[in-house]
């Protein structure tokens, strides 16, 4: 399944957690204010040449020092569970736990955009994010039964998923997935 994930509403946390005003993450982009304004509403998405350029901006890298213990945290943890970056799905840790059901290893995903093996509800979730409020405060929970995504990589089983979102160093916004039963 391969899904173009909302970037807008990401961008709109990120630049509400960082106090960045449309104006300025306008001309950072090197677009009008109207078009972060649509963006974000979900009115529109971006093009691709813009939507590289917001990914790049808003993405969670845990790739400092001040992210490590959270990371050790969730590679040793026996719970299946996986750290992503809360806009663009991009793996930021996992526990072998979690990595186990994969037929990739953890360490050749990490970076690498998780979206492509959203089951269908998982992508439903996501679009209810927005309507949640998830994009507008910092700290979220969300659970929900998914089904499975026949996926032979990175295999989603039906089960209750839970998701949480984790500040992490860099003023980015991290989402703990964990398999819960």
């Given at each position: 399944m391969t899904c173009d994930l909302p970037v807008?509403?990401?961008?709109?946390?990120?630049r509400r957690l960082n106090g960045i005003k449309q104006?300025?993450?306008?001309?950072?982009l090197g677009v009008s204010q109207g078009s972060i304004s649509?963006?974000?509403s979900g009115a529109h998405e971006p093009e691709a040449c813009h939507r590289d350029r917001i990914i790049e901006w808003i993405a969670?890298?845990?790739?400092?020092?001040?992210?490590?213990?959270?990371?050790?945290?969730v590679a040793s943890s026996t719970l299946p569970v996986?750290?992503?970056?809360?806009?663009?799905?991009?793996?930021?840790?996992?526990?072998?736990?979690?990595?186990?059901?994969?037929?990739?290893?953890a360490d050749e995903l990490i970076g690498q955009s998780l979206w492509r093996f959203a089951s269908p509800e998982i992508v439903m979730a996501e679009e209810s994010l927005y309507d949640r409020g998830w994009f507008d405060r910092p700290c979220q929970q969300l659970r929900f039964l998914t089904g499975a995504n026949h996926s032979a990589i990175v295999e989603v089983l039906p089960s209750l998923m839970e998701w949480e979102t984790i500040p992490l160093a860099d003023g980015r916004t991290g989402r703990l997935t964990t398999t819960i039963g």
């Open positions: 807008g509403r990401a961008l709109r946390r990120f104006g300025h993450a306008a001309e950072l649509r963006w974000e969670a890298q845990a790739n400092n020092d001040a992210d490590a213990a959270l990371k050790r945290l996986h750290l992503v970056c809360d806009a663009t799905h991009r793996l930021l840790a996992a526990s072998p736990a979690r990595a186990a059901s994969w037929a990739a290893s």
